[in-house]
């Protein structure tokens, strides 16, 4: 079993950063694949970036050039920077770790931009 636990979410003005935590622990294993999603009130779960086991990192579009996702294997986490942030990004983040064919959530953790 592995778990996950997000944090460093708040509330920022917009223009403002804030970076979020995601540390596993549990049977982890080698470096996995982890992503970030986020879901804003009443929409669907929206996939925001990944970091694949080489390191290697995708992003919607929304958000490339203001966040970045990086890890620190030695930790068992993974982050996710945000920059510029936008009211738009406000929203419920979560982390979600690939092992094998099994999928692995945290429990979100919420984030409010202000204009």
């Known amino acids: 079993q592995v778990q996950l636990v997000e944090s460093g979410g708040g509330l920022v003005q917009a223009g403002g950063s804030l970076r979020l935590s995601c540390a596993a622990s549990g049977s982890i294993g080698s470096i996995n694949p982890m992503e970030w999603y986020r879901q804003a009130p009443g929409k669907q779960r929206e996939w925001v970036g990944i970091i694949t086991k080489g390191g290697g990192t995708n992003y919607i579009n929304s958000v490339k050039g203001r966040f970045t996702i990086s890890r620190d294997n030695a930790k068992n986490t993974v982050y996710l920077q945000m920059n510029s942030l936008k009211p738009e990004d406000t929203g419920v983040y979560y982390c979600?770790?690939?092992?094998?064919?099994?999928?692995?959530w945290g429990q979100g953790t919420q984030v409010t931009v202000s204009s």
């Open positions: 979600k770790m690939i092992v094998g064919p099994s999928n692995y």
